[in-house]
Every structure is written in C-alpha cells, then in structure tokens.
C-alpha cells in the first residue's frame, strides 16, 4: 500500500508546480494525522492516570509519524528521479522538489529524535523505575515532614528512629532501581556493541544507582552505630537509675547487693532499665522449674526487647548470675529485682 501510495505521488510530483504541490500537502497532511491521533491517545491516558499507556501511545504515533514522513521522502525521491529537466519548467520543478526533499529529511531527523526520547521514556515507564521513583519522592517527602515535626517537639530520638526507618525504605527502594537498570544493561549488551551510546549511558545509569544504594547503605550502618536510647520518663540518667537501685538494696546483704550491681555494670544493660522495668516481674516470676523459668525468660525477654537478641542475652545473663551466685531462692530474687523497678 504505501509503495503504491509513493508511486502515484511521485507521478503527480513530475506532472508541474501545482500539481507538485497539491501531491506534498496530500502526503504532509498524513504525517499531521498520524501525529495528531497519538497526541489525543496519549492525552487521554494522561488524564485518566495511566502513565504507562500514555507514554506507549506517544511512543507508537511517532514510529507511525516518521513511517508517513519516510513515505513523503521516498515519494519526493521519485518524483525526483523522474523529472524532465531539458525544460526550463523541469529545471524549476526539480529546484522545487530539492527544497521540498531538503525540509522533509530535517523534519525527519527531528522526529527521530523524538522517537529516541519517547523510547527511553516508555521503557522507563514499563520497566517500573518510574513508579519506584515516585514512592521514594513521597516517602522522603514524609519522612521529611515526620522528623520536622518531632524535632519542633523536642523529641530527637524519636525524630532519629523516623530517619532510620526512611534510609531503610529509599535503601530498598535503590536495591529493585539497580536490578532493573542491571537488566537493562544486560539486555543492551547481548544485541549490541558495548561501545554505543545507548550502552554507555546505561551503564552510567547503573553506576550511579550503585553510589546511591552504597551512599545509604552507609548512613543506616552510621545510625546503627549511633546511641539510639528508648525514650525514659521519671528517671533521666543511668546514673539516676543506678542510684534508684543501689537505694533500694541497703536492706540487703552486702554481698547480694555487689553481685546484683556488679552483674548489672558489666553486662551492659544499665541503659536499657527504664524499657524493661514494666516486663521485667512477670519475665521473672514465669516458669515452675529452673530449666522452664529460664526459657520463658527468654522467649519474654525476645517479646519486650523488640528481638534484640543481645540485649535479651544480656539481661537474662544476669538474672542467672544473681540467683546462682547469691544463693537467694528465685521468690526471693524476684522481689529484689522488682523493687527498684516498680
């Protein structure tokens, strides 16, 4: 069909000036429709909120654009082959047509490039990367907004934990964005030269996903490794707490009260008194025998630490140590530890 359409025209194209020109608005106004049925398609998908099918319409009208403009080339090609140029009227309709040829190649090449853009576009689109993209802007956006929030409060440990889990959302978010562009890639080396355009900046594109991923990576490592401390009411230092504690032992023997403290220091868990003292009882008071008491102390110390393994492991530690080595009976050790804490 279009070769039959190229040669009529090209038939009318060396007929004279008029008819010429009658020929190319014919053919241009195909490349116009052509591009204006894609315009309204991808303007109707855009308003319905389909960015995919939006940007594959627009995508698709241009391949149908620049197949109706290489149609009007070729046709101006022809006509061109077939002028009769030992007259002067030849010679001005040849001149004409050149000109014509001349504008519809730079229009072609425009559309080429458009075509390029509307490609990446819609792979980018299709791929995923742009939904991704979007739920990071508002994820960030609010985990923007929370820390404001919480840092106007006075509340700063809070405000860091919203920080952390946010780095801990873009980090994998990043992670799906570098498979993807790792796909891309991969893709792009199997059915081309590695030494293109098209390679090249995608490999570009991995590599700085890459620095992104790595660059958060190393911020939630940073927080990691930052004193996050639960939030503490009534007592407002571990030196306030120690001291709460070491009060509430004057009553015991001194021997007791050294062990107790002294298993307290050295397994670390000081800091963590103020978040444990509403669980601690019941943790300790659970259980009939030895071997039970200590495995419902860690499955309640796992529960209320948030599974912080170390800390549990910590704690429980030292529940054995000062029942083992005060040689205090396990009511006895309950109601000691319970005091300072209640």
């Known amino acids: 069909m279009a070769k039959q359409i190229v ?6 194209l060396t007929l004279d000036s008029n008819s010429a020109s009658q020929a190319l608005k014919e053919l241009t106004r195909e490349v116009k429709n052509s591009s204006a049925e894609a315009k309204i398609l991808e303007s109707q998908y855009k308003s319905s909120g389909d960015a995919v099918s939006a940007s594959k319409a627009k995508y698709e009208g241009l391949q149908s654009t620049l197949e109706a403009q290489k149609t009007k080339i070729e046709a101006l090609k022809s006509g061109l082959d077939n002028v009769n140029t030992s007259t002067k009227k030849g010679q001005d309709l040849q001149q004409y047509l050149n000109g ?11 559309y080429q490039g458009q075509l390029e853009k509307a490609t990446q576009s819609y792979k980018y689109q299709e791929s995923g990367l742009s ?24 509340r700063t440990e809070e405000a860091n934990k919203v920080k952390l889990e946010g780095l801990k959302t873009a980090q994998e978010n990043y ?5 993807i562009q790792k796909a891309e890639l991969n893709k792009l080396a199997e059915t081309g030269d590695k030494n293109t355009g098209s390679y090249k900046r995608q490999e ?3 590599e700085q996903m890459g620095a992104k991923l790595a660059s958060t990576t190393s911020d939630i490592k940073h927080f990691n490794n930052t004193d996050i401390k639960p939030e503490t009411r009534g007592l407002t230092s571990v030196k306030d707490k120690l001291n709460s504690l070491n009060d509430s032992l004057e009553g015991t023997r ?32 659970a259980g009939i025998d030895y071997d039970k008491e200590m ?23 030292n529940i054995k140590g000062v029942k083992e080595e005060s040689g205090y009976a396990t009511d006895t050790v309950t109601l000691l530890t319970k005091k300072p804490m209640v």
């Open 131 to 154: 939904s991704l993209n979007d739920e990071l802007k508002h994820s960030n956006s609010l985990t923007d907004a929370r820390v404001q929030k919480l840092e106007a409060e006075g």
């Open 254 to 285: 001194s021997h007791f009260k050294s062990i107790f403290m002294g298993n307290l220091i050295a397994n670390g868990v000081t800091n963590a008194l103020s978040s444990i003292k509403s669980h601690i009882t019941g943790v300790i008071q």
């Open 204 to 206: 570009l594109r991995v």
């Open 175 to 179: 992670t799906k964005q570098l498979e």
């Open 100 to 110: 014509e040829l001349a504008k519809a190649e730079r229009q072609y090449a425009s």
């Open 7 to 12: 040669n009529e025209m090209a038939t009318n």
């Open 295 to 317: 495995q419902n102390v860690q499955v309640g110390l796992d529960n209320f630490t948030g599974g912080n393994k170390e800390l549990a492991g910590k704690l429980l530690e």
